[in-house]
Nanobody
Framework: QVQLVESGGGLVQAGGSLRLSCAAS????????MGWFRQAPGKEREFVAV????????SYDDSVKGRFTISRDNAKSTVYLQMNSLKPEDTAVYYC??????????????WGQGTQVTVSS
């Protein structure tokens, strides 16, 4: 069992930055690939970024490539999402998730409760 708690969301103006954190507890964090997903009102949950268990491999959705960076600190059991040059269309609830392998679909085994990110124009 893995428990995930996101933090760092909030209200920011377009062009601004936020850093999301996801703290994990429970079974060995370092054995899991970690992903970030987001869900806007009335839309399906969508992939944002994923990082392998050791941080050696990352993947991003085209909509965030070059603006967002995923990273992890296995010693702190935490995964991060640095979001720069934010746009109003980035507004959503952001979720972190843990899975045994890298996936870009929302088929992860463990999920956090989400944190709201709102970008004003």
């Amino acid at each position: 069992q893995v428990q995930l708690v996101e933090s760092g969301g909030g209200l920011v103006q377009a062009g601004g930055s936020l850093r999301l954190s996801c703290a994990a507890s429970g079974r060995t964090f370092s054995s899991y690939a970690m992903g970030w997903f987001r869900q806007a009102p009335g839309k399906e949950r969508e992939f944002v970024a994923v990082i392998s268990w050791n941080g050696g491999s990352t993947s991003y959705d085209d909509s965030v490539k070059g603006r967002f960076t995923i990273s992890r600190d296995n010693a702190k059991s935490t995964v991060y999402l640095q979001m720069n040059s934010l746009k109003p269309e980035d507004t959503a609830v952001y979720y972190c998730a843990a899975n045994a392998r890298i996936e870009v679909t929302p088929s992860y085994r463990y999920w956090g409760q989400g944190t709201q990110v709102t970008v004003s124009s």
